[in-house]
């Protein structure tokens, strides 16, 4: 499991920086600003929560029969998907109420986020 978690960490910080450069490169004449800057948000959490991920990779290699940290890890993909998925979609279509899958996306992240707290009070880390 914990290889699975790395590898799908690393692909999202591939597919991060791409869709970034992508932005950048394709996307900075054709959109709005407001726009443009939806998607740089949708950008950012990507890269934040693929690095994340990896960290939780990290900590499986330590804590494999961890459930909170494998849940962790499926709400963070979740997360990216809900979150930065929506924000890419609702810039490149102008489709507004795709506005409303993104809070899910969030929530998704922030119980990732509280269940790795979780986790690690509840360990006993050698000194």
Not at 10 to 20: C, E, R, T, W, Y
Not at 49 to 63: E, S
Request: proline share 3%; with cysteine.
């Amino acid at each position: 499991m914990n290889k699975l978690i790395i590898i799908l960490a690393a692909v999202n910080g591939f597919l991060a920086v791409s869709i970034g450069a992508f932005a950048a490169h394709m996307l900075r004449d054709r959109l709005s600003p407001e726009l443009l800057n939806t998607f740089q948000t949708g950008v950012q959490y990507h890269m934040y929560h693929a690095l994340g991920l990896f960290g939780i990779g990290l900590m499986m290699l330590n804590f494999p029969a961890s459930n909170l940290l494998r849940i962790s890890a499926y709400l963070m993909m979740a997360g990216i998907v809900l979150f930065s998925g929506s924000l890419y979609l609702l810039s490149i279509t102008g489709i507004r109420w795709l506005g409303a899958i993104t809070p899910l996306g969030g929530l998704c992240f922030l119980t990732a986020w509280a269940l790795i707290v979780w986790f690690a009070t509840k360990q006993q880390f050698p000194s």
